[in-house]
T-cell receptor, first 113, second 116 residues
Framework: GNSVTQMEGPVTLSEEAFLTINCTYT??????LFWYVQYPGEGLQLLLK?????DKGSNKGFEATYRKETTSFHLEKGSVQVSDSAVYFC????????????FGAGTRLFVKA | NAGVMQNPRHLVRRRGQEARLRCSPM?????VYWYRQLPEEGLKFMVY????????ESGMPKERFSAEFPKEGPSILRIQQVVRGDSAAYFC??????????????FGSGTQLSVL
């Protein structure tokens, strides 16, 4: 079945450092890929998405490229801020015994001033 | 334009009691999904519903758990005879179409269930 694997956290960075959070997936067909962010005490919010191979999703300085050859969708940001501290979830939308979105385990990011 | 509304925000139950969690999707959304989040874990899919129909309940335990999305009113996730292992955050999400396409999900703020 479809699945998503993302790097374990927590990830701790200093402000203005470069961020990479790795995400790989297993899927049949042509899924859509998403990154969601969860701030403390809140539900998830969509950060960015890509719907086909080689698409790049971007938002608020974050970006991720849908790489079919490596089945990856790594999240990157060139310069993180304290306000980026949150939990980041990689997700896959497609048919896996029914249409639903599958989430990775989440990666907690701490950014120090 | 209200988002996805979940209530209560916090729910405390003793072992053996029933828990009822409510979710009102965004206006115009007819697809509702329930997920469970355990501490330091990701979101686990439980059930996908459209109005008056359960489309996919493959992630929901066969016993004690049930879900509905009636023609009128919110979606309800019901847990009977709760046990300590049911303690978790339960999130509801909605979308205008099937989330397996390129539709994004809109999440509520969740209900934190604590079983004493």
């Amino acid at each position: 079945g479809n699945s998503v694997t993302q790097m374990e956290g927590p990830v701790t960075l200093s402000e203005e450092a470069f961020l990479t959070i790795n995400c790989t997936y297993t899927a049949t067909g042509y899924p859509s890929l998403f990154w969601y962010v969860q701030y403390p005490g809140e539900g998830l919010q969509l950060l960015l998405k890509a719907t086909k191979a080689d698409d790049k999703g971007s938002n608020k300085g974050f970006e991720a490229t849908y790489r079919k050859e490596t089945t990856s969708f790594h999240l990157e940001k060139g310069s993180v801020q304290v306000s980026d501290s949150a939990v980041y979830f990689c997700a896959l939308g497609g048919y896996t015994g029914g249409f639903k979105t599958i989430f990775g385990a989440g990666t907690r990011l701490f950014v120090k001033a | 334009n209200a988002g996805v509304m979940q209530n209560p925000r916090h729910l405390v139950r003793r072992r053996g009691q029933e828990a009822r969690l409510r979710c009102s999707p965004m206006k115009g959304h007819s697809h509702v999904y329930w997920y469970r989040q355990l501490p330091e874990e990701g979101l686990k899919f439980m059930v996908y519903l459209q109005k008056e129909n359960i489309i996919d309940e493959s992630g929901m335990p066969k016993e004690r758990f049930s879900a509905e999305f009636p023609k009128e009113g919110p979606s309800i996730l019901r847990i009977q005879q709760v046990v300590r292992g049911d303690s978790a955050a339960y999130f509801c999400a909605s979308s205008p179409g099937q989330s397996g396409t390129n539709e994004k999900l809109f999440f509520g703020s969740g209900t934190q269930l604590s079983v004493l």
